[in-house]
Nanobody, 126 residues
């Protein structure tokens, strides 16, 4: 059974930074492409960033490019999202997700992901 547990959310002022972590249980982490999605109240869940299972290629939403960095550590079964220069519009619940053996266009689509964490709240004050 695969479980994902996020941590690192919180309240930060605009311009600040947060680092989200996601620990993945199970033995298939190295075959999982990992993504971060977010959902603000009243809005649909949206793609933020992803890192592929092979070659560790990274993918970002336009809103995240240049400010957020996704990384993975296969030895620790973990994925991270470093968020810098945070803006009030980044306020949302952030979800870690995993999908086996996907890459390319599919990596940006939430239906591609079978495994999800419970979410961690990020609030950016102005």
């Amino acid at each position: 059974q695969v479980q994902l547990v996020e941590s690192g959310g919180g309240l930060v002022q605009a311009g600040g930074s947060l680092r989200l972590s996601c620990a993945v249980s199970g033995r298939i982490f190295s075959s999982l492409s990992m993504g971060w999605f977010r959902q603000a109240p009243g809005k649909e869940r949206e793609f933020v960033a992803a890192v592929s299972w092979i070659s560790a290629d990274t993918y970002y939403a336009d809103s995240a490019k240049g400010r957020f960095t996704i990384s993975r550590d296969n030895a620790k079964n973990s994925v991270y999202l470093q968020m810098n220069t945070l803006k009030p519009e980044d306020t949302a619940t952030y979800y870690c997700s995993g999908a086996r053996l996907i890459q390319g266009v599919a990596i940006r689509n939430s239906p591609s992901y079978a495994y999800w964490g419970q979410g961690t709240q990020v609030t950016v004050s102005s």
